[in-house]
Every structure is written in structure tokens, then in C-alpha cells.
């Protein structure tokens, strides 16, 4: 195994519920089946997702395993040779475009599917993975830190180069979390990626934080540990509800971003329990619960005006090429950890 990858796999967080997988495939004394799902989704949507399909399919039950799309990412690449998993959920479509690629995912075709917006899925046919929704990056800037700081506020990602922030701005690591990682190769994609290094050597030296958590640098951010958060809008648009003195800022220059999609995994033992599920997250009823966070979503028509979300939102995302992304994933998780790993939080 050559060294990037060795260095990938050792992200895999020992958080991980280890006891949840002796579950998968082992049927109820009341004949259920137990459907083992790895999950990056945020623990607010979890319950709803679950509830929702068990109501549909009483004889089937979902049992999580969640972490950060990072450490699910790897976890589920160290156990390609004894797959544990049943279905894959809510993680990033990157990082589904590299299981894909690795021959680890079983492609099929979800009822309802041609109701979904053709871009937000794999593009096969059948496709091995179907999104769910999107989610884009945004900048959590708490204005009441800002005026006692005499910050001004940033209007685009050079913006965040200006010396005034050091020490003030808090991101993802991009190898825990699926949002640092949509950054890292928004900016090596749109700059280039001499200009995209060389952008992020400069947006470091103001960095204070690098967190395992698309969403904690805008929970540090509501609560003024650090000013300003790069994180995601779902996460923005939950600290604004709070209370939290939130400016949920989008960036000029464009938004990088990822889709949450489900697959199937190669040589689950519960293939039609895992097919059910994969048509319920493809329904309408499930896009539906997804509107209560994401301001787009994969079924047309249904997504809601959202506080802080603009018009146009869409039009704000920038060029992603997802297969360029899953193929230099380890290339470029190796030169940032060599590059900017010395300001990552503590692994808990």
C-alpha cells in the first residue's frame, strides 16, 4: 500500500460505532431486517430520515454508523475486501465517485428516479449513486466579534488573505470533512492549482483552526471563539436560528460544493432491503424532509426560500468536475496534510 493511501486510511476515527455492524443482515425474532447504513448526514436529519422510511417499510430497519465524511470515507476504502456496510448515505458524492471507481458500489436504478434532476446523480446507466441534495460552501461571520475587533466584513475568499484575520478564521480539515474538502478543490479547480496552493498558503497563515467538522466552524463562530467560520449553509442557516449574531456571507468569486447521495454497496447480503431503501431516498416524500435544511434538492419544485439563502443560489456554484476530485482525492489530501496539518484540532 503505498504511503498517501496509508496516510488516507488513518483518518478512519476510532468514534466510529463498531458495535452497530454486528448487526447488518441479521434478522429479527419479528422478522425484521436490519439494513447496516454508514452516514455522513448531520444527526438534526437522521431521525426524520429514519422514521420516515421505517413507517414505509415496517419490516425493515436502519441501524447508522455516522462520522464525518473523511472518516466514513475511509473507513469504508480500509474495508473494501470485507465490506460491512449495506448502503451508503448522505456522504459526499466525491467521495461516492471514488468508491465507484474502486468497484465497490452495485449500480442500480431507484423507482422514481427520471422525477429527479439528471445533474445532481451519477450519470450512468444505471447510476451507481443518486443524490439526495446539495450543499455549498459559506462564511459564518459573527458581526458583534467583528465590531469589537474593528474586523471588516469579507466579501470573497481573497478577502480572507487580509492580514487583520490571523488567528480569527476557523475551516474543515479536508480529510475529515467533506466540507474542507469541497473548498480545497474548488479552489484548485477554479484558480488552478498553482494559484489554488499559493492561495491557501496565504489563507493558513490566518487560519486558527483546522477542525474535523464541516459544521463546528460555524458553531465557533456563533459562539465568538473564532469570528469568522468557513463551513456550509445548512450549518449557517441552523446557527442563525439559534440566535447566534450570524452573517452568512457568500463569497464573489463562487461556491464550492457537493451533492449528499446514496449507493448501494458490492455484495451486501440484503440487496432488496437496501434497493427499498435507495427507492424511499429517491421519493418525493423523502426530497421533502430534505427541504427542511437544503436550499436545493434533487426532486425539482420542492425546495423552500430559506433565511440568509439568496436568490440564485444555484447560479453561485461554482465548476466541479467530481471525477477530477475522487481520482486526485489522496494526491491532494497528502500535500495539504504535509503543507497545513500542524493547525488541526485534537482528534477526540
Not at 211 to 222: D, L, R
Request: proline residues 6%; charged residues 20%; positive net charge.
Amino acid at each position: 500500500m503505498n504511503p498517501s493511501r496509508k496516510l488516507f486510511l488513518k483518518m478512519c476515527s476510532a468514534t466510529l460505532v463498531a458495535g452497530s455492524m454486528l448487526m447488518s443482515g441479521v434478522a429479527h425474532a419479528d422478522n425484521k431486517t436490519t439494513l447496516l447504513v454508514y452516514t455522513a448526514i448531520e444527526t438534526d436529519a437522521m431521525k426524520l430520515y429514519k422514521d420516515g422510511f421505517e413507517k414505509a417499510y415496517p419490516n425493515i430497519e436502519i441501524r447508522w454508523v455516522r462520522d464525518s465524511t473523511g472518516v466514513v470515507t475511509s473507513k469504508l476504502l480500509a474495508e473494501k475486501n470485507n465490506p460491512q456496510a449495506d448502503v451508503v448515505l448522505g456522504l459526499a458524492a466525491t467521495s461516492l465517485v471514488l468508491l465507484k471507481q474502486e468497484g465497490m458500489l452495485t449500480p442500480y436504478q431507484p423507482k422514481g428516479f427520471k422525477e429527479l434532476t439528471a445533474a445532481y446523480s451519477d450519470s450512468a446507466q444505471p447510476p451507481s449513486w443518486v443524490g439526495m441534495d446539495v450543499w455549498g460552501a459559506a462564511i459564518c461571520f459573527n458581526t458583534v466579534e467583528a465590531k469589537k475587533q474593528n474586523l471588516p466584513k469579507p466579501e470573497s475568499w481573497k478577502d480572507l488573505l487580509n492580514p487583520i484575520y490571523k488567528g480569527k478564521i476557523s475551516m474543515p480539515h479536508p480529510a475529515s470533512s467533506g466540507t474542507g474538502y469541497l473548498d480545497v478543490s474548488a479552489w484548485l479547480q477554479n484558480m488552478g492549482e498553482a494559484a489554488g496552493w499559493k492561495y491557501m498558503d496565504g489563507l493558513h497563515d490566518n487560519i486558527a483552526q483546522y477542525t474535523h467538522s464541516g459544521s463546528k466552524p460555524c458553531k465557533q463562530a456563533g459562539s465568538g471563539e473564532f469570528p469568522i467560520g468557513i463551513s456550509f449553509e445548512f450549518r449557517a442557516h441552523q446557527v442563525m436560528r439559534s440566535g447566534a449574531p450570524i452573517e452568512m456571507i457568500f463569497p464573489k468569486e463562487g461556491l464550492g460544493w457537493d451533492i449528499e447521495a446514496t449507493g448501494i454497496m458490492k455484495g451486501t447480503k440484503n440487496l432488496e432491503a437496501a434497493q427499498k431503501l435507495a427507492d424511499w431516498m429517491a421519493s418525493k416524500e423523502s426530497n421533502q424532509i430534505s427541504t427542511n435544511w437544503w436550499a436545493i434538492v434533487a426532486y425539482p419544485g420542492l425546495a423552500k426560500k430559506l433565511e440568509g439563502i439568496p436568490d440564485g443560489y444555484e447560479k453561485m456554484l461554482v465548476k466541479n468536475d467530481f471525477n477530477w476530485a475522487a481520482k486526485n482525492r489522496e494526491r491532494i489530501l497528502t500535500e495539504w496534510n504535509n503543507r497545513y496539518n500542524s493547525k488541526a484540532e485534537p482528534k477526540p
